[in-house]
């Protein structure tokens, strides 16, 4: 009787792990799920690291769109967007030391402000601080004929000395410089 029941709890517990394993063990898709896009201008690396929501037939940017007008965005999903700059740039004619930033934004029907903040590791707007901020300019957004469902990120006209950056989604457009010095021949 002793033997059945240490052979009872044994399969049990051996059946337990494996549900756990194989709970753990289970891959799914996240709903917004990590992006990444780099590129190299003159000799200056730089990284944007974010997630990509889908518009999922959602009013994005409206006054009661899912990101309100005037009100500060993490610009993506789950944790804030994330760029990084090897040297010292200029983004939109302002000055930025060379590290990691995070991207917030407040969109508007007719301006967006970007913002590079300092502080990492942020999940939502909750914990932005202005004083952190890093760089801070406005950009006129312009409109698609067609929906761009899933949120993207990307460098584009790229020269020696400068890259633009181009940020997507739903039937919006809104785009930033970001320059180099030269200092090699």
Same mark, same amino acid.
């Given at each position: 009787m002793k033997k059945i029941g240490l052979q009872l709890f044994a399969s049990m517990f051996v059946m337990l792990f494996m549900f756990q394993l194989e709970t753990v063990a289970q891959d799914k898709p996240a709903p917004s799920p990590l992006g990444k896009v780099y590129q190299r %201008?003159? &000799?200056?690396?730089?990284?944007?690291?974010?997630? @990509?929501?889908? %518009?999922?037939? @959602?009013?994005? =940017?409206?006054?009661?769109?899912? %990101?309100?007008?005037?009100? #500060?965005? @993490?610009?993506?999903? !789950?944790?804030? +967007?994330?760029?990084?700059?090897?040297?010292?740039?200029? &983004?939109?004619? +302002?000055?930025?030391?060379?590290?990691?930033?995070?991207?917030?934004?407040?969109?508007?029907?007719?301006?967006?402000?970007? #913002?590079? !903040?300092?502080?990492?590791?942020?999940?939502?707007?909750?914990?932005?601080d202005e004083a952190k901020d890093a760089a801070r300019f406005?950009?006129?957004?312009?409109? =698609?004929? =067609?929906?761009?469902?899933?949120?993207? #990120? #990307?460098?584009? !006209?790229?020269t020696d000395t400068s890259v633009d950056v181009g940020i997507y989604w739903e039937k919006t457009a809104v785009n930033f410089t970001v320059e180099v010095e030269k200092t090699w021949e």
């Open positions: %201008v003159g &000799v200056t690396d730089m990284e944007i690291v974010y997630s @990509r929501p889908s %518009v999922k037939e @959602r009013a994005i =940017f409206a006054e009661d769109g899912l %990101v309100p007008y005037g009100k #500060i965005w @993490r610009t993506g999903a !789950n944790a804030a +967007t994330k760029i990084s700059f090897s040297t010292d740039v200029k &983004v939109n004619g +302002t000055d930025v030391k060379a590290g990691e930033y995070t991207i917030f934004s407040i969109p508007g029907a007719e301006e967006w402000t970007l #913002i590079l !903040n300092s502080e990492l590791d942020q999940r939502g707007t909750s914990k932005y406005t950009v006129k957004p312009s409109e =698609f004929p =067609f929906i761009v469902e899933t949120f993207t #990120i #990307i460098f584009h !006209n790229v």
